[in-house]
């Protein structure tokens, strides 16, 4: 006997517009996962495939027609014995709107005979009330292999068959109920071969002296809201500057000051000081006063904090009275301040009384940094490694052209709670005028 089975239409789009399809011949023989239609809509392309061996017999389109989603497609006819008679029978079913995923749903047989009429029986398909979950290439797989999809459990959402649910059925073996991305169990090989982890060895020792003074400091600092502000300045003009100050230490060099040369740190120290003097805010401290409100301490000297990474740890002397000495007496007094590091023989005198603190982290290496505040100063800055970079400058002739430069990234943080943006960013202004044009330090002599 025959079976007719209603094929209808899926939804492969959620917009309005319907479908557009094109049909196999009436008359075409199709096999189960042959294309039998391509559905084409504003988002899409998909190949629909017959469920069943069978003779196309209807078509319920042209082609190029409109179709709806959910409505009649073709009717498939398909060859089916009964155990005592033989009725036709019209069957109707849809798939779930999940364009990659198709669900088979119990068939509902209505026949024409009288009710003690038997089940229709199918030669070569077992119809089912549970439902089978399974992706077009996990049906192939089951197809190739003689496999009832309906005998098979699945593992995945919902009860959907995976390819090692088939893959395990077929080879006898029980499902893992475990999703396809979980990591494969290891071997029975590599476990046998593999050694017992062992408990992690660790050692405990206590903080260094200079450890346990940062550790305190920096949880402090915690408490302190930063305000971080970065840019870069061009060193030729400083560079030139400290080329001729080594130049004369060269040929003096039996100076007053013991130096046979000098770094950039001492040019950056005292153009810092220089560029305090209109920003006095970032020299003072924030203070509890006597009747327990927040006061600003003004200080007067400008005592520069330079961080030093000695075999200790981290060290911040600071140099005393920067904005009375020179270039010359603020390298002298870095110079003393770095043997004695490199002796251990720095006293508390040496870290008391700081103002304002410059790290020079760029010696290390590094362009852009964020240095921690202390909770005795409101601003602290860190200038970069110095490199040759290409930038562009506008000649005498108002040509633009591209040259070397020397660059730096310096960075600086404040109190946020008593220095505004504006403010910071004005001072580094000025600081990075000084070392662009050295020659304002003139200016200012008295």
């Not at 959620?14 to 996962?33: L, N």
């Not at 409100?293 to 904090?305: F, I, T």
């Amino acid at each position: 006997m025959s079976i007719m089975l209603r094929r209808a239409i899926p939804s492969i789009t959620r917009r309005r517009r319907p479908p557009q399809v094109r049909f196999v011949k009436p008359g075409d023989t199709v096999e189960q996962f042959t294309p039998v239609c391509e559905v084409q809509s504003d988002k899409a392309a998909v190949e629909i495939t017959s469920r069943y061996d069978g003779t196309v017999k209807t078509l319920h389109y042209k082609p190029g027609d409109v179709a709806r989603v959910g409505q009649p497609l073709l009717d498939i006819e398909t060859e089916a014995a009964s155990a005592k008679d033989h009725v036709p029978t019209s069957t109707t079913y849809s798939i779930s709107e999940e364009p990659h995923t198709e669900v088979i749903d119990s068939v509902k047989q209505t026949t024409a005979s009288p009710p003690s009429a038997s089940p229709l029986r199918s030669e070569s398909t077992t119809f089912t009330n549970t439902q089978t979950l399974a992706t077009p290439a996990v049906r192939r797989i089951a197809k190739e292999n003689n496999l009832n999809l309906s005998l098979v459990r699945g593992s995945g959402p919902d009860g959907r068959i995976l390819k090692g649910d088939v893959l395990a059925h077929i080879a006898g073996l029980k499902p893992t109920p475990t999703s396809p991305s979980s990591p494969p169990s290891p071997s029975p090989s590599t476990t046998s071969t593999s050694t017992p982890s062992q408990p992690q060895q660790t050692t405990r020792k206590p903080l260094t002296k200079i450890q346990r003074a940062m550790y305190k400091s920096m949880t402090k600092s915690l408490t302190i809201p930063h305000f971080s502000f970065s840019d870069e300045i061009t060193l030729n003009a400083t560079t030139q500057l400290r080329a001729q100050i080594n130049a004369y230490l060269k040929q003096n060099q039996k100076n007053e000051w013991g130096l046979e040369k000098i770094s950039y740190m001492p040019i950056f120290v005292k153009t810092l000081s220089v560029a305090l003097r209109d920003f006095e805010i970032l020299n003072c401290r924030v203070v509890q006063g006597e009747g327990g409100e927040v006061e600003l301490e003004w200080r007067e000297s400008h005592n520069v904090g330079v961080a030093m990474d000695t075999p200790q740890g981290l060290l911040v002397p600071n140099i005393k009275s920067v904005h009375q000495k020179s270039i010359l007496q603020i390298a002298q007094d870095l110079q003393q301040l770095r043997t004695l590091s490199s002796q251990n023989a720095l006293q508390p005198s040496h870290f008391q009384n700081g103002t304002i603190t410059l790290s020079n982290i760029g010696s290390i290496g590094g362009t852009v940094m964020h240095p921690v505040l202390v909770d005795t100063e409101v601003c602290i800055g860190a200038v970069g490694s110095v490199r040759r970079l290409p930038r562009f400058e506008v000649g005498e002739d108002g040509v633009e052209r591209v040259v070397a430069k020397e660059v730096m990234g310096v960075s600086f943080s404040a109190d946020h709670r008593v220095v505004d943006g504006a403010t910071v960013a004005r001072f580094v202004r000025r600081w990075k005028g000084l070392l662009e044009e050295p020659g304002w330090l003139l200016a200012g002599l008295k």
